[in-house]
């Protein structure tokens, strides 16, 4: 290797640099032919192609079993098997993209003017309803404001007022730190 060549993920467990082998390029002697509906058959690799091309489809390599001995083969349309695969590929993650929980911040202090404070709790109820989220926090700059802590917790309620009937707590007002928050949920 190389010294300057990257370290990085390479060879066969890289989906992206994977090849599949179809029709002549599969390099095991015997296949078992997978066909839709039908039971898997075990065949040489030149019966198993001229079988694929009988059908105007193509032999596919789809894994190989665990002695390696044989290759697993589709008998299927390439470019539909790619198609198909990417489409899977493209569904899985759009499924894990939803499922994933994020959680975005709006910060404010005690002294934030009430516009300022109408246009973050906006973008907060933006993220409630993209399904994300949301922890409010209010900052402490200083010890006076630290002190007054009711005037604080005034503020918190005054702001969650405003999610009323579109959100819930998922924990309420705590104090850590120089900071009091809560984080909420869409309903």
Request: proline share 2%; charged share 35%.
């Amino acid at each position: 290797m190389n010294k300057y060549q990257s370290n990085g993920p390479q060879g066969k467990n890289n989906k992206k640099d994977r090849v599949i082998r179809t029709n002549w390029n599969i390099k095991a002697h015997s296949c078992r032919v997978i066909e839709d509906g039908k039971p898997p058959r075990i065949m040489s690799r030149n019966a198993a192609i001229e079988y694929a091309q009988s059908k105007d489809l193509d032999l596919i390599e789809i894994g190989f079993d665990k002695a390696g001995n044989c290759s697993n083969c589709k008998v299927a349309d390439y470019s539909k098997y790619i198609y198909e695969q990417k489409k899977r590929e493209k569904e899985a993650k759009k499924q894990a993209r939803a499922a994933k929980i994020v959680v975005k911040s709006v910060q404010m202090s005690l002294t934030t003017d009430t516009a300022d404070k109408a246009r973050m709790v906006a973008h907060a109820k933006e993220f409630l309803a993209e399904g994300d989220k949301v922890k409010i926090s209010l900052r402490f700059r200083n010890r006076r404001e630290s002190a007054n802590m009711e005037y604080a917790k005034t503020v918190m309620k005054d702001v969650l007022k405003e999610f009323d009937g579109l959100a819930v707590l998922d924990s309420g007002p705590t104090l850590a730190g120089r900071e009091l928050s809560c984080i909420l949920r869409k309903i």
